[in-house]
C-alpha cells in the first residue's frame, strides 16, 4: 500500500491558494474544456432544495448555473455576503423588541441572466413566494420554514395569498423577517448560523412559471399576481414548471455557466460559460470555457482516466483508485494531480427505526457490534480515512475539539458477536421459527414474540405460530448498485460469519440510488412513478456530506407528525431528547458563540451515538485528480469542483 505525505500536500496547497489570491478575479477570456467525472447519477432534476431531492451531481450542477444569490459559502465553508450581487452598502440587519429579525437587501442594478432578462428584486423574492405556498406543498416542496416568517402559516395553509414577512420595497429592494418564535412553538432566534437566513437566489418568474407573472407589494407583503389575471394554482403553472424543472437544455440561470445539453442515456451534462455572468461573492468568473459532467461506472473509471475520458475526478474515497491513480501520474500514463483534503462528510448505513427488528434500539446495536468497522475502514479507505463514531467529519472544528469527550463517552460498538447475542436476547430474539427456544450458536435466524402493532409492514416476513407473532432478526436492506460500500458490507457484515453466528440475517436488495432515495423518503422524490409511502425497507447504506461549514441537524429528528409527513426524520428515529438537542444546538445560541453551541453538539453526538439511527462507517481524506492543461485548481473539504473550477484557469498541453 503506498501512503503519499499528506504534509507535501499541505504545502502545495497552501502555496496553491497563495497563488489564487494573487491572481485575484482576473478578467482573461475563457477557453479550453475539462472532463469531469462523477460517481453520482444526475437525475435531470434542476429544481432548488426545498423538493429535496437534489442529488451531488445534481447540487453541483445548480451550482455551476444557479449562483446568483445574496449569500455565499466561501473556502472555508463560513456563510459571506455576496459582493457581487448585493450593493455597496446594501444589506442591513434590525431586530425588533420580541427579538424578530429582518433581513433587508437592496441588490445591484445590473444584473441580468443568461437570457439578458433584467434581474430584480423580485427574482429573490419568487422562489420563497412559490416553495412556502400551498402550491407548493402541492407539488410536493418540503419545508419549515413557512413556521418561522410572519403570516407563513396562513400563507401555508392556503388561507392568504399574502405572505407579510417577505417585502417588495423596491425595483432593487426587498426585505425577509424572521420570527423570534415561530407558529409551531420553536425558537428560531438567535440562531448559531444567522446569515443563513438572509439567503435568496435569484430566479426568472417567466421561465418557472410562465408568461406574465410577477410579484407585487401593496404595502402588507409580498405576493404573485399575473398580468392576465391567472390565479396562482397548481394547474396555472405545473406544466411550465415542470419543463423548467426538468429541462435538458437553454434553462434561464444567472450562475456562471448555461446548460447547453443534458443527454441522460448517455448520462453527460455540457455547460458553456455563461458571459452574463456577474461572478461570485469574491467576483471570481470562469477561466474555461467549456465543462462536461459525466457519469462513470466504478469498474471502469480507472481505465476512463487513463484513457483521457475523465480529467477532474473529484472526491474520490476508495483507497484501490487513488493508488492506482497514483500509479498511473508515476508511469507517465496521464499528466495529472492531486488535491487531498479531508472529506467534509462520513459514510454510513441508516435503519429505519419505526420498522422490523430496526425499532428496537438495541437490536440497532448490536447489528453495529457485528461489523468490524475498524477494519472496514481500513479496507476500504486503503490509509486514506479513518472510523468515525458519530455523525461528523473530520474536518470539523467541532471534532477537532471534542477528541478527548468522544474517548470518554462515545460507545465505539467494537465487534463482538458475544455483546451483539446479549443485546438479542435483552429484547426477546431468543426464539426459533417454529416458536421454541433459540440455541445460542446454533447459526440459524433469532425470532421475537410482537404484537400487531410492532410487526406493521413486516408482516410478509413473521411467522405466526399458535396464535403468537414471531418477528426475525433479518434486516431488509436497500443497497444502490455499483457501489464498493455495498460489495463491502456484503462481505464483512451481511455475510459475515458473525452475522450468522448471532442468528441475524440481512438481506440485500440492489436498485437505483434514486430507487434507495423514494424508499427512504417515502414518496416518490425523484418522479420514478409508483406507491413508496408503504415502509418497506429499513436499511440503506449511503453518505452524507456538507458543502457548508453549517452543521446543523435541526428537523432530521423531528418527531413532528406535519413535518414527518413533509418528508423530515428519514430515520424515523423519534427520540424527544434527540429531537430537542437536534434543535438547541442551533436555535437558542448566538452566532459566535462557539462554547454553547460545542457543548450542544457534544450531547447531540452522545444521544445520536446511544440511539443508533445510523452506523457510521468512515470519514475519509478525499482525493482529486486533474490534469496539468489547467492551473490554480484547488479543492477543499467545503470547497467541490464546483467551486474550484471557477479559478481555475486552462492553459492547454
Known sequence: MKLHSRIISFVLAVLMLSALALTGCGSSKPAGQVIIGTSTEASGDWSHAAFGSNNATDSSVLTLTDDCATVASDQNGDYVLNDSVVAKNGYTRTEDADGNVTYTFKIKEDLVFNNGDPIKAENFLAWSLFALSKVGAEMGTTTAGYNSIPGGDKYRAGESNILPGLRLLGEYEFSMTQLKTG?????????????????????????????????????????????????????????????????????????????????????????????????????????????????????????????????????????????????????????????????????????????????????????????????????????????????????????????????????????????????????????????????????????????????????????????????????????????????????????????????????????????????????????????????????????????????????????????????YNTTHCYDEQLDKLSMDMVYGVEPGDYKTYLDKWQQFVDRYNELLPQVPLYSNIYHSVYPNTIKNYQEGPFWGYENAILYAKYIGD
Open 183 to 567: 407558529y409551531d412553538g420553536n425558537t428560531y432566534l438567535p440562531y448559531y448560523y444567522d446569515l443563513a437566513y438572509a439567503s435568496a437566489r435569484a430566479v426568472n418568474l417567466t421561465y418557472w412559471f410562465g408568461e406574465g407573472w410577477h410579484v407585487k407589494d401593496d404595502g402588507e407583503g409580498a405576493y404573485l399576481v399575473n398580468d392576465n389575471g391567472l390565479e396562482f394554482t397548481m394547474d396555472n403553472i405545473a406544466d411550465t414548471f415542470t419543463a423548467a424543472q426538468y429541462a435538458t437544455s437553454d434553462r434561464v440561470t444567472a450562475g456562471p455557466y448555461n446548460l447547453v445539453n443534458f443527454d441522460k442515456s448517455a448520462n453527460e451534462i455540457t455547460l458553456e460559460v455563461n458571459p452574463n455572468y456577474c461572478g461570485n461573492f469574491e467576483g471570481q468568473k470562469p477561466g474555461i470555457q467549456k465543462v462536461i459532467i459525466v457519469k462513470t461506472e466504478d469498474d471502469t473509471v480507472i481505465d476512463t482516466i487513463a484513457t483521457g475520458g475523465i480529467q477532474i475526478y473529484s472526491g474520490i474515497s476508495d483507497g484501490d483508485q487513488i493508488n492506482a491513480i497514483y500509479d498511473l501520474m508515476d508511469n507517465g500514463t496521464i499528466d495529472s494531480k492531486f488535491c487531498e483534503y479531508d472529506r467534509a462528510g462520513y459514510g454510513y448505513f441508516a435503519f429505519a427505526c419505526d420498522l422490523g427488528p430496526a425499532q428496537y434500539t438495541e437490536f440497532r446495536q448490536a447489528v453495529a457490534h457485528l461489523l468490524d468497522r475498524n477494519e472496514f475502514a481500513n479496507t476500504f479507505c486503503q490509509g486514506y480515512g479513518s472510523v468515525v463514531h458519530g455523525p461528523y467529519c473530520t474536518a470539523f472544528t467541532m471534532y477537532e475539539d471534542s477528541k478527548k469527550f468522544i474517548a470518554n463517552n462515545i460507545d465505539t460498538y467494537d465487534y463482538s458477536v458475544e455483546d451483539a447475542v446479549a443485546l438479542l436476547k435483552q429484547i426477546g430474539f431468543v426464539y426459533n421459527e417454529d416458536g421454541s427456544d433459540y440455541v445460542d450458536g446454533s447459526g440459524k435466524l433469532r425470532y421475537k414474540k410482537v404484537t400487531a402493532a410492532e410487526a406493521q409492514n413486516y408482516e410478509s416476513f413473521c411467522k405466526t405460530v399458535g396464535g403468537d407473532t414471531l418477528m426475525p432478526a433479518l434486516l431488509n436492506w436497500a443497497s444502490s448498485d455499483g457501489n464498493p460500500v455495498s460489495d463491502l458490507l456484503v462481505t464483512m457484515l451481511a455475510n459475515g460469519a458473525g452475522t450468522k453466528q448471532a442468528g441475524v440475517e440481512i438481506r440485500q436488495n440492489v436498485m437505483t440510488f434514486a430507487e434507495l432515495i423514494n424508499y427512504m423518503y417515502r414518496q416518490d422524490a425523484y418522479g420514478l412513478g409508483g406507491d413508496y409511502s408503504v415502509p418497506t425497507y429499513n436499511m440503506f447504506n449511503l453518505a452524507t456530506g456538507w458543502n457548508s461549514g453549517a452543521y446543523d441537524f435541526s428537523f432530521d429528528f423531528t418527531t413532528d407528525p406535519a413535518y414527518i409527513a413533509d418528508g
